[in-house]
């Protein structure tokens, strides 16, 4: 049985985007039971390598959807992606370099992330996915000028 069942509820209209919500729940399913488990460190590795792959895969692609589509507050959401994609790599550097790593910690932030983030923040572009803005801007630009 898995922890985290993914449900119909989190879809945000997009297969693709939907797909990469289930790997990222597929590796904390994976990670669950290894737990609190002495001896598991290769394989929490694996997971956590596993999911920095997908988070920096989906990240990049829901980013640039959201520009694409014409969401007016993906700077915000990418800010939040920053966050949480610092904590999975920062966990994954502790476990790379011999450190005690707490998992249960770790699947705490990441589930009560994932969930919070998928049912409140990404719901919130689902809608420009139905419809787009009719003329998203094309150029985006940082605080400094520099375009993304």
């Known amino acids: 049985m898995q922890f985290i069942e993914w ?3 989190m879809s945000v209209g997009s297969d693709v985007l939907d797909g990469h919500h289930r790997m990222i729940i597929d590796c904390l399913n994976r990670l669950y039971p290894l737990i609190g488990e002495d001896g598991r460190e290769e394989e929490v590795h694996a997971v956590l ?22 969401y007016p507050d993906w700077r915000s959401h990418k800010e939040q992606h920053d966050k ?40 919130k572009y689902e809608s420009y996915l139905k419809n787009p803005s009719p003329e ?9 000028g520099r375009p993304y």
Not at 55 to 62: D, G, K, N, Q, T
Not at 86 to 114: C, P, Q, T
Not at 136 to 144: D, F, G, I, K, Q
């Open 49 to 70: 390598a596993k999911l920095e792959e997908f988070v920096l895969l989906h990240f990049s692609e829901e980013e640039q959807c959201m520009k694409k589509i014409g």
């Open 7 to 9: 449900t119909q509820r």
């Open 136 to 144: 998203p801007n094309v150029l985006w630009t940082r605080s400094n």
């Open 84 to 123: 949480m994609y610092d904590i999975v790599f920062g966990m994954k550097s502790d476990v790379e370099h011999g450190r005690a790593l707490d998992a249960k910690n770790l699947f705490d932030i990441i589930y009560n992330w994932l969930i919070q983030h998928i049912m409140g923040e990404d719901k």
